[in-house]
């Protein structure tokens, strides 16, 4: 019964006031250090005036990871109206982005509270791409553009580089080291593209040898564009009740075209006659397969060396099976 009294007058005596504080410091608040290299240090002075009649002692409480400080602040008293200095410094190594950091301290006097010095920095990636996305645009069927991603390393160290998951087969890929670049070169080349395929946007993984950017995500996309195009792309017979399809035909240049021939490789499907020249053709296609058929058509024009080739499929759908009969002697459904 005693020790809970003393407990309960302990909680009730008033906890001692804050002084006002003692000490002057310079910078104060927040220091913003800016934007810096993944092994930069940065270093911030401080000076502490006693600002009081009597003498007062700093002393470190803690700090945060990468914080060093040194000075005569922490060495000794400060005499009245007397000024030492501190130093802070920030190394960033092992961290990336955005980062705060701060440093507690602590004085001989029970009345003062604690002086923080917070600072905020933005630590660089030490490998970065050029681009995360690259566009080959417009490409031809004899062309084989390249795209070319440059990683760079800040600190200068050598980067090894490697396709993760594979890439399509109509893309070669090659790897070229360097330092303090390496880059990534990626060839499309047209001639392995699908037939039917128009447009793509690739999806690269590239794994590093930098610890803190093992990995980056780069797309790429392209648009292939023949001297004729058809409309559609892809021709896809649904209905089981509709037997022909018309192809259009478009010269991109707008001149007329003669096609010289056309076949259908694979079964399932019929030509109608070729079209005369002009700029817009239209091409009959009927389908004599009665089930799931796949051909390609193949066109070849007058004064053109590559043929045009056009998938050609039948995908019945499915018809829905109706519900069975009831029994007479099952009797009636069961209610909800």
């Given at each position: ?68 400080v040194r000075g005569p602040a922490l060495e000794g008293p400060f005499a009245p109206g007397q000024s030492l200095g501190l130093t802070l410094t920030v190394d960033p190594t092992g961290f990336v982005g955005p980062q705060a950091r701060n440093v ?85 080349r047209p001639a392995r593209v699908p037939p039917g395929a128009t447009l793509g946007l690739e999806t690269l993984q590239v794994e590093t040898s930098a610890p803190m950017q093992p990995a980056f995500t780069l797309y790429l996309d392209w648009k ?113």
């Amino acid at each position: 019964m005693f020790m809970r009294l003393l407990s309960l007058i302990a909680l009730a005596a008033p906890l001692p006031a804050q002084a006002p504080a003692r000490l002057d410091v310079k910078p104060a608040g927040r220091v913003l250090l800016g934007s810096t290299g993944p092994r930069e240090t940065r270093t911030v002075a401080y000076t502490f005036t006693n600002v009081s009649a009597r003498p007062i002692a700093l002393r470190l409480g803690d700090l945060s990871p990468g914080v060093t400080v040194r000075g005569p602040a922490l060495e000794g008293p400060f005499a009245p109206g007397q000024s030492l200095g501190l130093t802070l410094t920030v190394d960033p190594t092992g961290f990336v982005g955005p980062q705060a950091r701060n440093v507690r301290l602590l004085t001989d006097d029970p009345l003062q509270g604690e002086y923080r010095l917070p600072v905020a920095l933005d630590v660089r990636a030490d490998l970065t791409v050029d681009a995360q996305r690259r566009s080959l645009g417009i490409v031809a069927p004899h062309e084989s553009p390249q795209a070319v991603f440059a990683f760079t390393r800040e600190t200068g160290q050598p980067t090894a580089l490697r396709l993760a998951g594979g890439i399509a087969p109509y893309l070669d890929a090659e790897v070229v080291p360097g330092s303090p670049t390496s880059r990534l070169l990626v060839t499309l080349r047209p001639a392995r593209v699908p037939p039917g395929a128009t447009l793509g946007l690739e999806t690269l993984q590239v794994e590093t040898s930098a610890p803190m950017q093992p990995a980056f995500t780069l797309y790429l996309d392209w648009k292939l564009h023949h001297p004729v195009e058809a409309v559609p792309s892809r021709v896809v017979f649904l209905d089981p009740a509709a037997p022909a399809q018309e192809l259009l035909l478009k010269a991109r240049d707008g001149k007329a075209f003669l096609v010289e021939d056309a076949k259908v490789e694979g079964g399932g499907f019929t030509l109608g006659p070729l079209p005369g020249a002009a700029p817009e053709q239209s091409l009959a296609i009927r389908r004599t397969a009665t089930s799931v058929a796949r051909a390609l058509l193949v066109l070849r024009f007058k004064g053109q060396d590559a043929p045009l080739r056009v998938p050609l499929s039948y995908l019945p759908s499915s018809t829905p099976q109706a519900p069975p009969a009831a029994s007479p002697s099952a009797g009636p459904p069961p209610r909800p």
